[in-house]
């Protein structure tokens, strides 16, 4: 028990203080252009966090679609989530 309230306590500490220097998913769309080339509800529809997660993955080896070098793993995740809760509206 100790040892899961220190884990919980720690994840807070770093959501906290990585949330002001993190860009959000909505940020991360702006910048990237996302918008140019995809309609997020039709495109996709029914994609989970989860799969949308994946799916950005398996774009970073694609050398033309630009917009996705260089993310992080936690910018994956905020573009993942945010596309997501975007697509199914």
């Known amino acids: 028990m100790k040892k899961m309230m220190l884990t919980i306590s720690a994840f807070g500490l770093v959501a906290i203080s990585g949330s002001a220097l993190a860009a959000t998913g909505a940020e991360i769309v702006e910048e990237r252009e996302?918008?140019?080339?995809?309609?997020?509800?039709?495109d996709f529809e029914g994609v989970d966090a989860a799969e949308m997660n994946e799916l950005?993955?398996?774009?970073?080896?694609?050398?033309?679609h630009k917009a996705t070098a260089g993310l992080s793993a936690e910018e994956i995740t905020?573009?993942?989530?945010?596309?997501?809760?975007?697509?199914?509206?």
């Not at 950005?56 to 033309?64: C, D, G, N």
């Not at 905020?78 to 509206?89: Q, R």
């Open 56 to 64: 950005i993955t398996a774009r970073l080896e694609v050398a033309k």
């Open 34 to 42: 996302c918008l140019e080339c995809h309609e997020f509800a039709s």
């Open 78 to 89: 905020l573009l993942a989530d945010y596309i997501a809760a975007e697509a199914n509206k």
